[in-house]
T-cell receptor, first 115, second 114 residues
Framework: AQSVTQLGSHVSVSEGALVLLRCNYSSSVPPYLFWYVQYPNQGLQLLLKYTSAATLVKGINGFEAEFKKSETSFHLTKPSAHMSDAAEYFCAVSYSGGGADGLTFGKGTHLIIQP | KAGVTQTPRYLIKTRGQQVTLSCSPISGHRSVSWYQQTPGQGLQFLFEYFSETQRNKGNFPGRFSGRQFSNSRSEMNVSTLELGDSALYLC?????????????FGPGTRLTVL
């Protein structure tokens, strides 16, 4: 069964510092991986996705993630944090098989930006 | 293009009642998925509809049901509400519902069961 683990329910960084949000997956087949962001009282917005093309994926708002098969990881990074990055971040993996079996989400990481 | 819209945004119900939530996908999207988000369980997949047919279903009791109309709009229904059904219900649409398709999420419906 597919699963996603996000290390750290809360991550705090200073404005201008590197952001690193960790995600490890478990999948019996090559996974498709996604990072979503959720601001308070809003739905989820896609930051980036990996669908077996380039292992380094660039997304919106300066975020990027690298797919590392040997480490079963898909960590999200941003070189310089901005106050507007404060939000909840979710890593997700899609099931195998045809059609949409639904996304399996991690528990989320709350990113706090210190001024 | 307009995004995914969900109505109503907030609902308060009492135990034992039933509720219907509505979702309008992005124009041209044929797949609609529903998710439940709670502080304890996180985001969990409920079901997915494509061309008016339920293709996949998550691990939820039969009190949770849904349907999709010919214009791809979808509704989900929860009967005999329980306190534990209090959650944010998110709808997401995608073009064809393929694994590689991006799912676009609506703002959600916040359901409170008293």
């Amino acid at each position: 069964a597919q699963s996603v683990t996000q290390l750290g329910s809360h991550v705090s960084v200073s404005e201008g510092a590197l952001v690193l949000l960790r995600c490890n997956y478990s999948s019996s087949v090559p996974p498709y991986l996604f990072w979503y962001v959720q601001y308070p009282n809003q739905g989820l917005q896609l930051l980036l996705k990996y669908t077996s093309a380039a292992t380094l994926v660039k997304g919106i708002n300066g975020f990027e993630a690298e797919f590392k098969k040997s480490e079963t990881s898909f960590h999200l990074t941003k070189p310089s944090a901005h106050m507007s990055d404060a939000a909840e971040y979710f890593c997700a993996v899609s099931y195998s098989g045809g059609g949409a079996d639904g996304l399996t989400f991690g528990k989320g990481t709350h990113l706090i930006i210190q001024p | 293009k307009a995004g995914v819209t969900q109505t109503p945004r907030y609902l308060i119900k009492t135990r034992g009642q039933q509720v219907t939530l509505s979702c309008s996908p992005i124009s041209g999207h044929r797949s609609v998925s529903w998710y439940q988000q709670t502080p304890g369980q996180g985001l969990q997949f409920l079901f997915e509809y494509f061309s008016e047919t339920q293709r996949n279903k998550g691990n939820f009791p039969g009190r949770f049901s849904g349907r999709q109309f010919s214009n791809s709009r979808s509704e989900m229904n929860v009967s005999t509400l329980e306190l534990g059904d209090s959650a944010l219900y998110l709808c997401a649409s995608s073009l064809e519902g393929k694994r590689t398709d991006t799912q676009y999420f609506g703002p959600g419906t916040r359901l409170t069961v008293l």
